[in-house]
């Protein structure tokens, strides 16, 4: 059993920077691959970024890529989003996802969820 809790989330103005972080109680937390998931105000939640636990390689969504940097620190059990050049349609609430699987990226390939943190970018 893994829980996550995120953080670290708030308000920008476009064009800014923030990270998010997500920490993770339980056993074996190197061994599961971590995605993050936004959702923003009627919208379904989308893929954002994976990294892999085995390789470490990461995949991400093609609306991030050059802005967004996931990096894990497995002796906090902690991963953290780093996000650039902001965005207001970067505004949604960011979910941090675990799975035991070496590649996962749909929603159904996660076991477990955090609660979420909401990102609002301003214009």
């Known amino acids: 059993q893994v829980q996550l809790v995120e953080s670290g989330g708030g308000l920008v103005q476009a064009g800014g920077s923030l990270t998010v972080a997500c920490a993770a109680s339980?056993?074996?937390?190197?061994?599961?691959?971590m995605g993050w998931f936004r959702q923003a105000p009627g919208k379904e939640r989308e893929f954002v970024v994976f990294i892999s636990w085995s390789s470490g390689s990461t995949v991400y969504a093609d609306s991030v890529k050059g802005r967004f940097t996931i990096s894990r620190d497995n002796a906090k059990n902690t991963v953290y989003l780093q996000m650039n050049s902001l965005k207001p349609e970067d505004t949604a609430v960011y979910y941090c996802a675990a799975t035991s699987r070496t590649y996962a990226l749909g929603l159904g390939g996660y076991d477990y969820w955090g609660q979420g943190t909401q990102v609002t970018v301003s214009s």
């Open positions: 339980g056993r074996s937390f190197s061994r599961y691959s």
